[in-house]
């Protein structure tokens, strides 16, 4: 059973556009949220992270927001580019879990020039 | 990637071949992961390890072993390899709010 969904295997979007990608979570323990950017032949590089105390983290171009009751999370690119065409993974984490993390499935981007 | 390596980051087996994948990390930190990553799949957690001389089951820990040799490495080792063990393997260890990953193993299992 998934407990972090993604459920958009893929996203396309104009250049100078918004860019929305979507993360489920199921285990109300989860209490730490992060998104990951992957490219091709490359580990997974960290983006951006979010606390279950807030509902907003905003870091440049990238806002992570975190609805608790829904047990949703978003992240949101302004203004997307197209170096940021990559696979974005959702992952979830809770407090004594040793940083061990729990991923979504990656929603593959496409920001169109 | 910075502070994960891994070596190799290519290999081919045949079934039943043994061989041991190394990751090593200068962040000086007690905890390191071992995660694979199949098409259309996260990544999910093999092994980890939370300080020298620990290690734990992860997901999906069968047919997998590990070794934390000191509080640099953590070897994953696979003595009987099968063509279900065809993905890619990434080593982590944290950082500051988050994991830092190496950048992977590509292994083919014939």
């Known amino acids: 059973d998934q407990q972090v969904k993604q459920n958009s295997p893929s996203l396309s979007v104009q250049e100078g556009r918004i860019s929305i990608l979507n993360c489920d979570y199921t285990?109300?323990?989860?209490?730490?949220f992060l998104w990951y950017k992957k490219y091709p032949a490359e580990g997974p590089t960290f983006l951006i992270s979010?606390?279950?105390?807030?509902d907003k983290n905003e870091d440049g171009r990238f806002t992570v927001f975190l609805n608790k009751s829904a047990k949703h999370l978003s992240l949101h690119i302004v203004p997307s580019q197209p170096g940021d065409s990559a696979v974005y993974f959702c992952?979830?984490?809770?407090?004594?879990?040793?940083?061990?993390?729990?991923f979504g499935s990656g929603t593959r981007l496409l920001v169109r020039p | 990637n910075a502070g994960v390596t891994q070596t190799p980051k290519f290999q081919v087996l045949k079934t039943g071949q043994s061989m041991t994948l190394q990751c090593a990390q200068d962040m000086n930190h007690n905890s390191m992961y071992w995660y694979r990553q199949d098409p259309g799949m996260g990544l999910r957690l093999i092994y980890y390890?939370?300080?020298?001389?620990?290690?734990d089951k992860g997901e999906v820990p069968n047919g997998y072993n590990v070794s934390r040799l000191n509080k640099r490495e953590f070897s994953l080792r696979l003595e009987s390899a099968a063509p279900s063990q065809t993905s890619v393997y990434f080593c982590?260890?944290?950082?500051?709010?988050?994991?830092?990953f190496g950048p992977g193993t590509r292994l083919t299992v014939l």
């Open positions: 982590a260890a944290p950082g500051t709010d988050t994991q830092y």
């Open positions: 390890s939370a300080s020298e001389g620990t290690t």
């Open positions: 285990n109300s323990m989860f209490d730490y």
């Open positions: 979010i606390s279950s105390i807030k």
């Open positions: 992952a979830a984490s809770w407090m004594d879990s040793s940083y061990k993390l729990i």
